[in-house]
């Protein structure tokens, strides 16, 4: 995956959308020129529900180039504190069943002639 700084933010919205990107529950403020309410929903509203920055602005009385500004900071505030961060893929994670090391995370698979039946 690319560097989260430098990705556009439409590419960075379809990775949050396909959890390939954490996204914060609770949405931290940090641009100064804008309310914490519409930089909540402006956010919100981008990055979860595809709203685009010209609808957004219109919803809200802005220019679509002030609510790119909001998100755009946004962004790059928040990879740099560490709120939005790539998702390693699950096979980085787990590691095979048939490793037997002591550090594997999921236990041998169980050999076939010591399970039994239940009836």
Not at 54 to 77: C, D, L, P, S
Request: aromatic content about 10%.
């Amino acid at each position: 995956m690319t560097e989260l700084s430098t990705m556009r933010l439409t590419k960075l919205r379809s990775a949050i959308q396909a959890n390939e990107v954490s996204f914060p529950s609770q949405v931290p403020v940090f641009v100064k020129h804008a309310t914490p309410t519409l930089q909540r929903y402006v956010v919100q509203l981008y990055f979860l529900q595809s709203w685009s920055c010209a609808k957004i602005a219109k919803r809200y009385g802005a220019t679509r180039f002030y609510v790119w500004q909001i998100i755009n900071e946004w962004k790059r505030h928040a990879v740099s504190m560490g709120y939005v961060q790539a998702i390693p893929p699950l096979e980085t994670l787990v590691r095979r069943p048939d490793t037997t090391s002591a550090g594997s995370f999921l236990p041998p698979p169980v050999p076939a002639a010591s399970v039994r039946a239940v009836a």
